[in-house]
């Protein structure tokens, strides 16, 4: 498929553990997004990607989250010591170019995560 | 912070009716997008406004840019059972051109 893929589709770890979140964008896209979909919530932004810098990470709730990409290409989502309030849909976005109104962000299916 | 209120939150329909859902703000975007996002998928993008008092169609589908550029519509006409899903408005704000603001979006759901 020529999509965002995501991995793993589900997550269920216990509070404290740490976790991981893959996100595949589509082949040639150098700007990548993640985002946060709770109830109640909405889709939040957590942080941007160009290439392999992150210009903003304005959005990640604390410094228990931090997100690296390499090769310009594959991202990792990163929750250090998970708490309950972390349990949410996380969504990658990846677009075309720089990013701006031009350019449609394509969303992977997500990866829903509960902390029990 | 710039926010984005959607109405309703909820909506349930009957085949072939008619509905409006509602985007509003007190800033101003530069453009507004109109998302549609099925359960245990992402968001598919629908539309992007630019201009003050814009009008796009899709098949059965009306969005409205305000012309104030801060709030937006989306008119369903003769609703089907497939227009169900979960619809989301986003922002670009003036100051950012990357940064999409979400409203909280309307679930709808369109019965047989």
């Known amino acids: 498929g020529a999509g965002v893929s995501q991995s793993p589709s589900n997550k269920v770890t216990e509070k404290g553990k740490d976790v991981e979140l893959r996100c595949d964008p589509i082949?040639?896209?150098?700007?990548l997004y993640w985002y946060r979909q709770s109830l109640g919530q909405g889709l939040e932004f957590l942080i941007y990607?160009?290439?392999?810098?992150?210009?903003?990470k304005s959005g990640l709730p604390s410094d228990r989250f931090s997100a690296e990409r390499t090769g310009g290409s594959v991202s990792t989502l990163t929750i250090q010591r998970t708490q309950q309030e972390d349990s949410a849909v996380y969504l990658c976005?990846?677009?075309?170019?720089?990013?701006?109104?031009?350019?449609?962000?394509?969303f992977g299916p997500g990866t829903r995560l509960t902390v029990t | 912070t710039q926010l984005l209120e959607q109405s309703p939150q909820f909506l349930s329909i009957q085949e072939g009716e008619n509905l409006t859902v509602y985007c509003n703000s007190s800033s101003v975007f530069s453009s507004l997008q109109w998302y549609r996002q099925e359960p245990g998928e992402g968001p598919v993008l629908l539309v992007t406004v630019v201009t003050g008092g814009e009008v796009k169609k899709l098949k059965r589908l009306t969005f409205q840019f305000g012309d104030a550029r801060k709030d937006s519509s989306l008119h369903i006409t003769a609703a089907q059972t497939g227009d169900t899903g979960l619809y989301l408005c986003a922002g670009v704000g003036r100051g950012s051109n990357y940064k999409l603001t979400f409203g909280k979006g309307t679930l709808l759901t369109v019965n047989p």
């Open positions: 990607f160009q290439g392999n810098s992150a210009p903003d």
């Open positions: 082949s040639g896209h150098t700007a």
């Open positions: 976005a990846s677009s075309l170019g720089p990013p701006g109104q031009r350019y449609e962000q394509y």
